[in-house]
T-cell receptor, first 116, second 113 residues
Framework: AQSVAQPEDQVNVAEGNPLTVKCTYS??????LFWYVQYPNRGLQFLLK??????LVKGSYGFEAEFNKSQTSFHLKKPSALVSDSALYFC??????????????FGSGTRLLVRP | SQTIHQWPATLVQPVGSPLSLECTVE??????LYWYRQAAGRGLQLLFY??????ISSEVPQNLSASRPQDRQFILSSKKLLLSDSGFYLC????????????FGNGTRLTVT
């Protein structure tokens, strides 16, 4: 069965420092991986995706993610954190071609707190 | 461009009352549609998805039901709400493509009292 793990409930980082939010996955087929951000009382906003190709994917708001097949990981990164990056981050996976519903399975979320 | 509308934004309902949450998508045709529930500001649980009009798949047994009366309309319902139905309900759509991300509405905060 497909699953996603976000091992950290919360990540704390100082503004201007690099940040990493961790994600590991388990799928039967080929993984399509996604990162989303959620601000309070709002829906999820799509940040970036990995489908195939380069292992380093660039997305919105300066975020990027590194796909590592051997470690089954897809960590979200940003070189320099902003206070406005403080939010809840979700990793998600779509299991190809094992699941024809196109649904996404989400991790439990990681709260990012960037202190001034 | 495509947009997704979800309403109401907040809802307070007594136990035992009915529920109807509506979601509509504009600017695309034949989307896949999804209802997720988020409890306690954390993980998302997929409740229902639909790949076409009248086609509903349920992911978990529960007190809720879903319907898709039109191509771009997705409705979440209950005949009698339970306290445990409280949560943040999110509607989402995607194109019929493995490359397509899900696009979410702004959610409905449901409190059952």
């Amino acid at each position: 069965a497909q699953s996603v793990a976000q091992p950290e409930d919360q990540v704390n980082v100082a503004e201007g420092n690099p940040l990493t939010v961790k994600c590991t996955y388990s799928v039967s087929g080929n993984p399509y991986l996604f990162w989303y951000v959620q601000y309070p009382n709002r829906g999820l906003q799509f940040l970036l995706k990995y489908i195939t190709g380069d292992n380093l994917v660039k997305g919105s708001y300066g975020f990027e993610a590194e796909f590592n097949k051997s470690q089954t990981s897809f960590h979200l990164k940003k070189p320099s954190a902003l206070v406005s990056d403080s939010a809840l981050y979700f990793c998600a996976v779509r299991d190809i071609p094992m699941d024809s519903s196109y649904k996404l399975i989400f991790g439990s979320g990681t709260r990012l707190l960037v202190r001034p | 461009s495509q947009t997704i509308h979800q309403w109401p934004a907040t809802l307070v309902q007594p136990v035992g009352s009915p529920l109807s949450l509506e979601c509509t998508v504009e600017g695309t045709s034949n989307p896949n549609l999804y209802w997720y529930r988020q409890a306690a500001g954390r993980g998302l649980q997929l409740l229902f998805y639909s790949v076409g009009i009248g086609q509903i798949s349920s992911e978990v047994p529960q007190n809720l039901s879903a319907s898709r009366p039109q191509d771009r309309q997705f409705i979440l319902s209950s005949k009698k709400l339970l306290l445990s139905d409280s949560g943040f309900y999110l509607c989402a759509w995607s194109s019929i493509s493995y490359n397509s991300p899900l696009h979410f509405g702004n959610g409905t905060r449901l409190t059952v009292t």
